[in-house]
């Protein structure tokens, strides 16, 4: 037996390994679902899809978590595509929040936003802008410290990013926990990271009261998402950055014998990168209205996997940032028969699962198993 | 008649990478005690069939019989095991060991390593065969004929009786190719069999005894090599009749487009890989660069193009075709370069790694020239380099499926330069700098270059040429600068120069003896 590449694998063939790969992931998954729980896997799926989707309020919400993801993941997709390993959207995200939440907790403290003569709107429109350069700044820089240093002295970017996510965790983490600014970031000292809570209830610098109906809070950053992925596949496809981008990822020599700056670029489009992650980070805290060490909550990793399953295509993003969501919390809406609902591991396990057979079949594509072909003639 | 002995025959052998079939039903015979040249054009698959004979390959079909034994080679060690060496294009040394370790390196022999025990037996070997070899020079010390000779006796030390080289003369200069034809001529009166895989014809009517020869992964027959020459060996290697000869017409005009002066050019580490280096390119010439390889023909070309920091000192000017006036390009890099109007064509060496990205379509290769345009739209487009895509395709023959999805590297070796030395012709430059333009190519392909930097140099562009063959050297450029050692050794005039002449130059500076 041996591997041979293959290369004229027609496009429907692709597609029918894919879909077969999915279909045995999926039913692999039903079994090991019953097995742990003994409940039948049609149902598992429904009650999901019933806590996902089963109320007006809870569709928002996922589809929320949906764009929360598909936006960092957009966010990410640049720089990956430049071949630079930016494992930092993490904390690219939570110093974004961070800042956009810092806008609000000053904010809180003039005496213009606690006005009651002036309409929440009026605030509004000051605060949200605000809230968004902070964040937008905040996360640029976090994507520009890394890039500098590789373009001046050649560092390694997937360790700098990566620190820099413990570095922006511990800011935000220290800010939240310690005693003396407890009282800062809650005035009643109740809600650690709830910030504001005066100020919030009202509407001011969060989400809550655009709409008028039950979790609209949430459509603010579904639509800035949704235009960011038209915005981002223009870009990536179309657009001179773009095709520089890809040039640079390819190689580097090359980007330069056709006269394209490769630290510059690289150097733009991980600000660009970091401000995207600064500004989902702007809208979580926007929407959320706290923020928390674990605001993130490790989907800046997911939203990795997320742009490379994809191939770093934006409408692809989409469907696998879905299917994460739909995986990890659908699992917590599944009750167990001791009353106990399955956890996020739970999930975790059967998305690996399905990544697993997803990523894996990838090779089927581009090779092909021969066996027994060599046939030894006789003379 | 004695019966010929067979060293190697190999029979019905077949491979294919993909759906790409390398080798298709191969017969082919090695005799003991003879030179066997393989020929045959680019992609022909001769390296690929040598590599099933020294297994680095495994046939998919056939089999294999060394002196008439039917054998298995599944890995470099069975082919030794056989008594096959293979010596490849590119080294496999360590630059840090002596000649010596390097040679016994990876051996299992039991007890004690006796390096001064395996010094003697190099020196036997060296003196049998006529071999010039230190046993203890370190292997960074060494020319690349030497560390060659340090391959060769690597594989004699293994006892190989069926030698393999494949395109041993590539690096080597003609004064060096001779010492290296009359080593194998020794082996061969020693009883051993060898296989030369090389393009050049003239080499192969020199060395060899028969000649094998390949077309499209197919086995066309053999000759042997008292019956052959140029002419019937090219028409059987392409299939059809070749004309083997360079136009070479003088142009009207020719005047200063490029003047370099006292350049020299260091690298990472702070090793002058140019030193001091003087001369004019002119318009309606072809300057041929002749040296061996690594001699700085590659720092010469980068600097030119902006694309290497130059020492203080250095000077590099480029006068304008329509005013005349003279413009310093020292310190500008390729988009300054760009910008300031000067037409500079550069077909680099590394194809991938520098004139092109092999992910990317044949459209979006060509627009890597053209993408700039409209200053104030941040979107590209995509329409003018399409049609000159299509151009390029059509005037080069370029053979693809298409031009906007296929990615580059999918294409073979010949048409992936053509689409290189298109899209640099196509950019109506006023410099044209090409680095082994025709590397990889067939002979009629070559040919089609040849002609079109012929007509490119007629139109009054300045052609800069570094070449690897000297015949083709001899027959194409106006004039020749030879680098040795990242110095001028001499700059002559094409047309009154002798072959031996420029391969002392390159060896010596000057070409003193």
């Known amino acids: 037996m041996h591997i041979a590449k293959r290369d004229n694998l027609p496009v429907w063939k692709a597609w ?16 090991i679902t019953y097995l742990f ?72 403290r003039m005496p213009f936003f606690n006005d009651p003569g002036v309409s929440m709107e009026v605030k509004n429109t000051i605060i949200f802008p605000a809230m968004m350069i902070a964040a937008v700044l905040a996360g640029a820089l976090w994507g520009f410290l890394p890039a500098f240093f590789k373009s001046r002295w050649n560092t390694n970017e997937t360790l700098f990013t990566l620190m820099m996510n413990y570095v922006a965790l511990q800011i935000v983490k220290f800010m939240v926990s310690y005693r003396g600014f407890k009282n800062l970031w809650s005035p009643n000292g109740t809600a650690v990271g709830m910030i504001n809570s005066d100020l919030a209830s009202a509407g001011i610098g969060n989400f809550t009261k655009i709409g008028e109906k039950p979790g609209t809070q949430y459509l603010f950053p579904i639509v800035v998402v949704a235009v960011l992925t038209v915005v981002l596949y223009l870009y990536l496809r179309f657009s001179k950055h773009g095709y520089e981008i890809s040039v640079v990822g390819e190689s580097e020599r090359t980007a330069s014998y056709a006269g394209i700056k490769v630290n510059r670029v690289i150097i733009r489009t991980m600000i660009l990168s970091g401000a995207l992650c600064g500004l989902v980070g702007f809208l979580i805290v926007g929407a959320e209205g706290t923020i928390a060490a674990n605001s993130v909550d490790g989907r800046g990793y997911t939203a990795v996997m997320v742009s490379w399953m994809s191939q770093f295509n934006p409408i692809g993003m989409i469907f696998s940032s879905l299917l994460l969501v739909f995986m990890q919390f659908g699992a917590k809406e599944v009750p167990m028969p001791d009353g106990v609902s399955l956890d996020k591991n739970f999930a975790n396990m059967l998305m690996a699962i399905i990544l697993f057979f997803i990523i894996g079949c990838e090779f089927f594509i581009n090779y092909q198993l021969q066996f027994g072909r060599h046939k030894k003639r006789e003379v | 008649m004695e019966a010929v002995k067979n060293a190697v025959r190999m029979e019905g052998i077949t491979k294919h990478f993909g759906s790409v079939i390398a080798n298709r039903d191969i017969h082919l015979e090695l005799h003991e005690g003879e030179i066997l040249s393989l020929l045959g054009e680019n992609g022909s698959g001769k390296t690929t069939l040598m590599n099933m004979l020294s297994g680095i390959y495994y046939p998919d079909e056939g089999q294999i019989y060394i002196h008439d034994k039917p054998v298995t080679i599944r890995s470099p060690k069975d082919a030794f095991e056989n008594g096959i060496g293979m010596i490849h294009q590119h080294f496999k040394l360590v630059d840090v060991f002596t000649a010596t370790e390097n040679i016994i390196l990876g051996l299992e022999d039991k007890g004690m390593l006796n390096v001064k025990k395996a010094a003697a037996k190099i020196r036997e070997i060296s003196a049998r065969y006529g ?21 060769i006796i690597k594989v004699l030390y293994r006892g190989a009786d069926i030698l393999i080289l494949d395109e041993p003369t590539a690096v080597l200069t003609p004064q060096e190719t001779e010492k290296l034809f009359a080593v194998m001529r020794n082996m061969k009166k020693d009883g051993k069999s060898l296989i030369i895989i090389t393009h050049k014809l003239h080499e192969v009517l020199d060395v060899s005894d028969r000649v094998a020869i390949l077309r499209k992964g197919e086995y066309i027959g053999d000759v042997e090599t008292k019956y052959a020459d140029q002419q019937s060996l090219t028409d059987m290697m392409v299939g059809r009749a070749v004309s083997l000869n360079i136009d070479r017409p003088k142009a009207e005009e020719i005047t200063e487009r490029l003047r370099v002066e006292h350049l020299t050019v260091k690298d990472a580490e702070g090793v002058k890989r140019l030193k001091d280096v003087s001369f004019a390119a002119n318009a309606g010439e072809i300057l041929g660069i002749a040296g061996i390889a690594g001699s700085g023909q590659r720092e010469l070309l980068e600097a030119i193009a902006g694309l290497q920091p130059l020492e203080p000192g250095s000077s590099i000017v480029y006068i304008d075709p329509k005013t005349g006036k003279e413009q310093s390009v020292v310190g500008m890099d390729p988009l300054k370069i760009i910008r300031s109007g000067i037409l500079l064509s550069f077909v680099p060496e590394d194809r991938f790694g520098m004139g092109l990205v092999g992910s990317m379509s044949i459209t979006d290769n060509v627009m890597l020239r053209s993408y700039r345009m409209g200053r104030f739209n941040p979107f590209y487009n995509h329409r003018f380099p399409k049609q000159l895509a299509n151009e390029i395709v059509n005037d080069l023959e370029v053979v693809t499926p298409n031009i906007d999805k296929i990615p580059l590297r999918r294409l073979s070796g010949g048409n992936v330069q053509k689409v290189l030395v298109g899209r640099e012709i196509k950019q109506n430059p006023t410099v044209l700098m090409t680095a082994y333009a025709v590397r990889g190519l067939d002979i009629n392909t070559s040919y089609t270059i040849y002609n079109l930097l012929t007509e490119q140099k007629m139109k009054g562009v300045a052609v800069i040429y570094v070449g690897e063959d000297l015949d083709v050297l001899l027959e194409l450029c106006d004039r020749i600068l030879v680098l040795c050692g990242g110095q001028v050794s001499g700059i002559v005039d094409g047309r009154n120069v002798t072959k031996e002449q420029i391969g002392l130059m390159m060896t010596k500076l000057g070409g003193g003896e």
């Open chain 1, 16 to 31: 029918l390994i894919r879909g077969i790969a999915i279909i045995i992931a999926i039913s692999l998954c039903g079994l």
């Open chain 2, 131 to 151: 071999f010039e070899i230190d046993p203890n020079q370190k292997i960074y010390n060494m020319s690349v004929s030497q560390k060659q000779t340090v391959e």
């Open chain 1, 37 to 108: 729980t003994k409940m039948n896997p049609i149902t598992v799926v429904d009650k999901m899809f019933k806590g996902l989707f089963g109320s007006e309020r809870k569709t928002w919400k996922t589809v929320y978590q949906v764009a929360c993801l598909l936006g960092i993941s957009l966010a990410v997709t640049p720089a990956f595509k430049m071949r630079f390993w930016n494992i930092g959207a993490e904390g690219q995200v939570l110093i974004g929040a961070f800042a956009a939440a810092a806008v609000m907790f000053y904010a809180g």
